[in-house]
């Protein structure tokens, strides 16, 4: 059994719906408190801590400051945590980033202010106060910034008892987590790996180049977080070394680390796809509105342009009032599959499933998947026009209008993202506006234009 009682925390929090944090707080002294609560495992901790409000968290804090531990700090969302920071002293935070790995301890560092930044890094000790400003020195989003500069790493000639004896005495300032030691050369290249398992098997004079396995990868520090993710799923990776500029170790990713990059940017994607930005629990309305308004902004404007194309067939909608009725169906079926053609289009970019040697494959496909998806739907809103106001040539203006603006929608779900891409844009980001417009001003011509060439 691990230091917290993970049987009460699940029949008290999971099964009866009880926040035993803040239970805690009707509670008269903060040892109270800390007995209370000590043994509920961090995770759980930290869920039930984000479910307070501002003053109880504060309270909370100031009653039992020891209750916020490193492990709980890490565990928290960046919104809490940069909420409850002002309300912890700069040497506590010290101690407990000196506690967490350098990755983790970064993720606070950058919630900070500038102010509070400056004194807890003050009150670090050297060694760890340079390990985060060599993290900080590198771009948001790149391994550099991300890694863990905690390692083990042994030279080829070392036998197995060598290198075991060294992890024993090196104790403490081993990572808390790690899956291969890296086998480097003179210069300090990683020129392979041993994983952890292999190593606790083999004899203990055998030498490392004998057991060892070649690296499939090596990460520099200055690459994107997302070309790192792809590269893990890509090598079925648990970890892999990170070099500098000269090819020598500096750090590793784990798997632990891809696995959080990977929600992050799949949570960015739906979002961007949505044109909205996360809603935290620290995040005001007025917050949540500046967030959202701009995108909806761009929206109207997108609305505007489609009617005005309506605008352009009044006079035919005044004649013929189905056609007012039937535009929306049209319209609305091709915003519908060009959202779909759209996500497939985003996921595919984002897994490099769509490059620049199978688009042209993947847009002869979407092409004709739109086509016969347009002709299956045609002929049911033709059907349906016929039977509802009994004219065969109305049924015809919508078969043609539904199956142009499907193939229109399909064409436009993979293209806009593949031009984007290549322009260095975020194909999550803008690609919804651009679809949208083309499949609403193209459903609305298609439609009305037809129908002015066959009923007028």
């Given at each position: 059994?691990?230091?917290?009682?993970?049987?009460?925390?699940?029949?008290?929090?999971?099964?009866?719906?009880?926040?035993?944090?803040?239970?805690?707080?009707?509670?008269?002294?903060?040892?109270?408190?800390?007995?209370?609560?000590?043994?509920?495992?961090?995770a759980?901790?930290?869920?039930?801590?984000?479910?307070?409000?501002?003053?109880?968290?504060e309270?909370?804090?100031?009653?039992?400051?020891?209750?916020?531990?490193?492990?709980?700090?890490?565990?928290?969302?960046?919104?809490?945590?940069?909420?409850?920071?002002?309300?912890?002293?700069?040497?506590?935070?010290?101690?407990?980033?000196?506690?967490?790995?350098?990755?983790d301890?970064?993720?606070?560092?950058?919630e900070?202010?500038?102010?509070?930044?400056?004194?807890?890094?003050?009150?670090?000790?050297?060694?760890?106060?340079?390990?985060?400003?060599?993290?900080?020195?590198?771009?948001?989003?790149?391994?550099?910034?991300?890694?863990?500069?905690?390692?083990?790493a042994?030279?080829?000639?070392?036998?197995?008892?060598?290198?075991?004896?060294?992890?024993?005495?090196?104790?403490?300032?081993?990572?808390?987590?790690?899956?291969?030691?890296?086998?480097?050369?003179?210069?300090?290249?990683?020129?392979?790996?041993?994983?952890?398992?292999?190593?606790?098997?083999?004899?203990?004079?055998?030498?490392?180049?004998?057991?060892?396995e070649?690296?499939?990868?090596?990460?520099?520090?200055?690459?994107?977080?997302?070309?790192?993710a792809?590269?893990?799923?890509?090598?079925?990776?648990?970890?892999?070394?990170?070099?500098?500029?000269?090819?020598?170790?500096?750090?590793?990713?784990?798997?632990?680390?891809?696995?959080?990059?990977?929600?992050?940017?799949?949570?960015?994607?739906?979002?961007?796809?949505?044109?909205?930005?996360?809603?935290?629990?620290?995040?005001?309305?007025?917050?949540?509105?500046?967030?959202?308004a701009?995108?909806?902004?761009?929206?109207?404007?997108?609305?505007?342009?489609?009617?005005?194309?309506?605008?352009q067939?009044?006079?035919?909608?005044?004649?013929?009032?189905?056609l007012?009725?039937?535009?929306?169906?049209?319209?609305?079926?091709?915003?519908?599959?060009?959202?779909?053609?759209?996500?497939?289009?985003?996921?595919?970019?984002?897994?490099?499933?769509?490059?620049?040697?199978?688009?042209?494959?993947?847009?002869?496909?979407?092409?004709?998947?739109?086509?016969?998806?347009?002709?299956?739907?045609?002929?049911?809103?033709?059907?349906?026009?016929?039977?509802?106001?009994?004219?065969?040539?109305?049924?015809?203006?919508?078969?043609?209008?539904?199956?142009?603006?499907?193939?229109?929608?399909?064409?436009?779900?993979?293209?806009?993202?593949?031009?984007?891409?290549?322009?260095?844009?975020?194909?999550?980001?803008?690609?919804?506006?651009?679809?949208?417009?083309?499949?609403?001003?193209?459903?609305?011509?298609?439609?009305?234009?037809?129908?002015?060439?066959?009923?007028?």
């Amino acid at each position: 059994m691990s230091e917290y009682d993970l049987k009460t925390t699940v029949t008290e929090t999971d099964e009866d719906g009880l926040n035993r944090v803040e239970q805690a707080l009707g509670l008269g002294s903060g040892v109270e408190i800390v007995e209370a609560l000590e043994r509920l495992h961090p995770a759980d901790f930290s869920d039930q801590f984000e479910q307070l409000t501002d003053s109880q968290r504060e309270e909370l804090i100031v009653r039992a400051p020891e209750l916020i531990t490193s492990d709980v700090l890490a565990e928290l969302e960046d919104e809490v945590v940069e909420d409850i920071l002002p309300l912890i002293s700069a040497e506590k935070l010290a101690v407990d980033l000196a506690e967490m790995d350098n990755d983790d301890a970064l993720q606070i560092i950058e919630e900070m202010e500038d102010a509070q930044r400056e004194d807890v890094m003050e009150a670090l000790e050297p060694a760890d106060r340079a390990q985060l400003e060599a993290s900080l020195s590198f771009d948001d989003e790149t391994i550099g910034r991300l890694m863990q500069r905690e390692f083990v790493a042994a030279p080829e000639f070392w036998t197995v008892g060598d290198t075991i004896d060294h992890m024993r005495e090196t104790g403490e300032a081993l990572p808390d987590l790690f899956f291969n030691i890296y086998v480097v050369d003179t210069k300090f290249i990683p020129i392979g790996y041993v994983p952890v398992s292999r190593l606790m098997r083999a004899d203990r004079k055998v030498r490392l180049d004998e057991v060892m396995e070649d690296l499939i990868v090596t990460i520099s520090q200055e690459q994107d977080q997302e070309e790192a993710a792809y590269l893990f799923e890509k090598y079925h990776l648990i970890s892999a070394p990170v070099v500098d500029d000269a090819g020598r170790i500096v750090g590793m990713m784990t798997v632990d680390d891809i696995i959080y990059i990977i929600q992050e940017e799949n949570k960015e994607d739906i979002l961007a796809l949505a044109g909205v930005s996360d809603a935290g629990l620290t995040d005001t309305a007025t917050s949540i509105v500046k967030s959202r308004a701009p995108w909806l902004f761009v929206n109207l404007a997108t609305a505007v342009l489609a009617s005005l194309v309506i605008a352009q067939f009044d006079y035919a909608i005044s004649e013929i009032v189905a056609l007012a009725i039937l535009m929306p169906i049209v319209a609305s079926m091709g915003g519908n599959a060009g959202t779909q053609a759209l996500a497939v289009a985003v996921r595919a970019l984002s897994e490099r499933d769509l490059t620049s040697q199978t688009a042209k494959r993947a847009v002869k496909r979407e092409a004709l998947a739109a086509t016969i998806i347009g002709l299956i739907f045609a002929v049911v809103l033709a059907g349906i026009a016929f039977i509802w106001f009994g004219d065969p040539t109305l049924a015809l203006v919508a078969f043609l209008a539904m199956i142009v603006n499907h193939v229109f929608a399909g064409l436009a779900g993979i293209l806009v993202p593949l031009g984007l891409k290549k322009f260095g844009a975020d194909p999550a980001v803008a690609s919804s506006v651009f679809v949208t417009t083309v499949t609403d001003v193209v459903g609305f011509f298609a439609f009305l234009g037809t129908a002015v060439l066959l009923l007028l």
